[in-house]
T-cell receptor, first 111, second 115 residues
Framework: DQQVKQNSPSLSVQEGRISILNCDYTNSMFDYFLWYKKYPAEGPTFLISISSIKDKNEDGRFTVFLNKSAKHLSLHIVPSQPGDSAVYFC??????????FGKGTKLSVKP | KAGVTQTPRYLIKTRGQQVTLSCSPISGHRSVSWYQQTPGQGLQFLFEYFSETQRNKGNFPGRFSGRQFSNSRSEMNVSTLELGDSALYLC??????????????FGQGTRLTVV
């Protein structure tokens, strides 16, 4: 039973446009959410996080939105750049510890 | 500041053998977590160690085990290897145990192939 779901395995976006990656979760006890980016043959790299007491967190071109009532979060990348092409993982953490990851969304940004 | 170091980077083993993977966390980090990544399955949590104690364990068979040393370095062992154990094994370190508003930093992983 997947507690963190990324329903879109892939997403293709034109350079300069907005990329929106979505993530849904089922466990209302999750209190911290993170996004990681992964290039082939490398480990995931932390991008941005959000605590459950907030509904938005922004860091440069990256913004994460959290909708607790819908158990949904999204990552917005504006403007998208070819170097953003990677697999993006959404992760959630509860008070028991350990991160629970979605299966990832492969983002392709076309020049 | 050195990142998370995993050794070896690549490994080929035969079914039935055992393997030990190593992870050196970022200096000062006390928590080490291990994940298995296979195609289509994302990252699946194996276990987490904090101050030499296993805090949490994922849903993997007992063939998967780990330990953490006093210098926070961690090892993961898989005994009686099966073909399905072929995966990228990732180690992540964090200052505190995960779940306390702290992000985890990942190593490059060890690519294990079982033949």
């Amino acid at each position: 039973d997947q507690q963190v779901k990324q329903n879109s395995p892939s997403l293709s976006v034109q350079e300069g446009r907005i990329s929106i990656l979505n993530c849904d979760y089922t466990n209302s006890m999750f209190d911290y959410f993170l996004w990681y980016k992964k290039y082939p043959a490398e480990g995931p790299t932390f991008l941005i996080s959000i605590s459950s007491i907030k509904d938005k967190n922004e860091d440069g071109r990256f913004t994460v939105f959290l909708n607790k009532s819908a158990k949904h979060l999204s990552l917005h990348i504006v403007p998208s750049q070819p170097g953003d092409s990677a697999v993006y993982f959404c992760a959630a953490s509860g008070s028991q510890g350990n991160l629970i990851f979605g299966k990832g969304t492969k983002l392709s940004v076309k020049p | 500041k050195a990142g998370v170091t995993q050794t070896p980077r690549y490994l080929i083993k035969t079914r039935g053998q055992q393997v030990t993977l190593s992870c050196s966390p970022i200096s000062g980090h006390r928590s080490v977590s291990w994940y298995q990544q296979t195609p289509g399955q994302g990252l699946q949590f194996l276990f987490e160690y904090f101050s030499e104690t296993q805090r949490n364990k994922g849903n993997f068979p007992g063939r998967f085990s780990g330990r953490q040393f006093s210098n926070s370095r961690s090892e993961m062992n898989v005994s009686t290897l099966e073909l399905g154990d072929s995966a990228l094994y990732l180690c992540a370190s964090s200052l505190m145990f995960t779940g306390v508003d702290t992000e985890a930093f990942f190593g490059q992983g060890t690519r294990l192939t079982v033949v």
